[in-house]
């Protein structure tokens, strides 16, 4: 079994800075790609921000020079370091992770999300 959780959400003003942090644990042998996705209200889920193992990052336009991600292979952690948010920044945050457990190939994890709202 393999669980993906996420903390680190919550109510900031816009301006201010949150750090979001997922943690996969279980029957890991491997983690390829992380990510980070959002879903706002009435909107589809996309794609902030990915990071391979090795620590290549790719971020979604909208989010360049403000968010950064980062991960801690042996905690089997990434974060989402989220500075100058914007209100259009709401929504629930949604990390994913490529998991290999011993005998299987990279499976595609999500957590269950953690609500970001930016509003003054």
């Known amino acids: 079994q393999v669980q993906v959780v996420e903390s680190g959400g919550g109510l900031v003003q816009p301006g201010g800075s949150l750090r979001l942090t997922c943690r996969a644990s279980?029957?890991?042998?491997?983690?390829?790609?992380m990510a980070w996705y959002r879903q706002g209200p009435g909107y589809q889920r996309e794609l902030v921000a990915t990071?391979?193992?090795?620590?290549?990052?790719v971020y979604d336009d909208s989010v360049k020079g403000r968010f950064a991600i980062s991960r801690d292979n042996a905690e089997n952690t990434v974060y989402l370091q989220m500075n100058r948010l914007r209100p259009e920044d709401t929504a629930v945050y949604y990390c994913?992770?490529?998991?290999?457990?011993?005998?299987?190939?990279?499976?595609?994890?999500w957590g269950q999300g953690t609500q970001v709202t930016v509003s003054s």
């Open positions: 279980g029957d890991i042998w491997r983690i390829g790609s």
């Open positions: 994913k992770a490529d998991i290999r457990s011993l005998g299987t190939i990279l499976i595609p994890y």
């Open positions: 990071i391979t193992d090795g620590g290549i990052a």
